[in-house]
């Protein structure tokens, strides 16, 4: 079991560039999430997939972001025009697919920094 | 927003003694989760308890739930400074979204 893998683990960007980070679910977890957090706070909940299908997205998630899933394995979360505001950790999560609420498995994270 | 709310934010305790956490929130839930997180990396399960169950217990962690009060509480007993860490309890709304609703968390300082 190798866990939730996130790539990468730190990135550092100028504002107004793009940047695109990469999460690995647990095998057979066919839910996939993604939270942003920023210091001091907790996790905040941005999107969530079904296979490949985003079933859900928060308001948070405005339009310079950009989540995809194709084939429901790994997932890519863009931001577009990056501004110093963006700058959080970005967490993603993965569970399995039962008939109840099940635990969610969180990645290492990546931490984004917009100078 | 933020649904939950832990209580203290703060906890200073030496080695050996127990820490008490606690974490208030808003809706009905399906369950609620409490998560570790070291400083600066990702989030660590460590129990989830249902809105059917009362109590539950995994090694030195005890977990209440309180549904009526919409409350919980995490108890680590006879702790280690390999605890000290965040600690963040993660509640799973009912109303069909799938999202964890944390809160701020509580910071555990366990000194040697």
């Known amino acids: 079991d190798t866990g939730v893998s996130q790539n990468p683990r730190h990135k550092i960007t100028k504002r107004g560039q793009n940047v695109t980070f990469r999460c690995d679910p647990i095998s057979e977890h066919n839910r996939l999430y993604w939270y942003r957090q920023t210091l001091g706070q907790g996790p905040e909940f941005l999107t969530y997939?079904?296979?490949?299908?985003?079933?859900?997205k928060s308001r948070l998630l405005s339009d310079r972001f950009s989540a995809e899933r194709p084939k429901g394995s790994f997932s890519t979360l863009e931001i577009q025009r990056t501004e110093q505001g963006d700058s959080a950790m970005y967490l993603c999560a993965s569970s399995p697919r039962t008939l109840r609420r099940e635990t969610q498995y969180f990645g290492p994270g990546t931490r984004l920094l917009v100078l | 927003s933020q649904q939950g709310e832990e209580d203290p934010q703060a906890l200073s305790i030496q080695e050996g003694e127990n820490a008490t956490m606690n974490c208030s929130y808003k809706t009905s839930i399906n369950n609620l989760q409490w998560y570790r997180q070291n400083s600066g990396r990702g989030l660590v399960h460590l129990i989830l308890i249902r809105s059917n169950e009362r109590e539950k217990h995994s090694g030195r962690l005890r977990v209440t739930l309180d549904t009526s009060k919409k409350s919980s509480s995490l108890l680590i007993t006879a702790s280690r400074a390999a605890d000290t860490a965040s600690y963040f309890c993660?509640?799973?709304?009912?109303?069909?979204?799938?999202?964890?609703?944390f809160g701020k968390g509580t910071k555990l300082t366990v000194n040697p």
């Open positions: 997939f079904q296979n490949e299908a985003q079933l859900e």
């Open positions: 993660a509640t799973d709304p009912r109303g069909g979204s799938e999202k964890l609703v």
